[in-house]
């Protein structure tokens, strides 16, 4: 059973930074890609980044690219979302999710940015940016 648990989150002034962080435990962290979703309030969960289990690949939505940066280190068992120049809209529940990568038949990164690829997830930590 893999789980999730996102750390980090908080609240931050316009232009501020953050950095989120995805703890994985119960399996090999290093055979999942990850991913950052979002969800604000009365709005659907969107996609934010993914990386691919080998950090080789990387893919940003366009309302995060040139502010956020999604990375992840397996010694760690870990993945991150650096966050910068933070916005008013980009307050909302952060979540990190996980899904087998390696070994699979193979999907383009751009695939990971759809809710359907992942099939573990955390519970969320909440960002907010005051204006």
């Known amino acids: 059973q893999v789980q999730l648990e996102e750390s980090g989150g908080g609240w931050v002034q316009t232009g501020g930074s953050l950095r989120l962080s995805c703890a994985v435990s119960?399996?090999?962290?290093?055979?999942?890609?990850v991913g950052w979703f979002r969800q604000a309030p009365g709005k659907d969960r969107e996609f934010g980044a993914a990386?691919?289990?080998?950090?080789?690949?990387?893919f940003h939505a366009g309302s995060v690219t040139g502010r956020f940066s999604i990375s992840s280190n397996n010694a760690e068992n870990t993945g991150y979302l650096h966050m910068n120049s933070l916005k008013p809209e980009d307050t909302a529940v952060y979540y990190c999710?996980?899904?087998?990568?390696?070994?699979?038949?193979?999907?383009?990164?751009?695939?990971?940015?759809?809710?359907?690829?992942?099939?573990?997830w955390g519970q969320g930590t909440q960002v907010t940016v005051s204006s």
């Open positions: 999710a996980a899904t087998q990568q390696r070994g699979t038949y193979y999907k383009p990164i751009n695939y990971y940015t759809a809710l359907s690829a992942y099939d573990n």
């Open positions: 990386i691919s289990w080998s950090g080789g690949n990387t």
């Open positions: 119960g399996h090999a962290f290093s055979s999942y890609a």
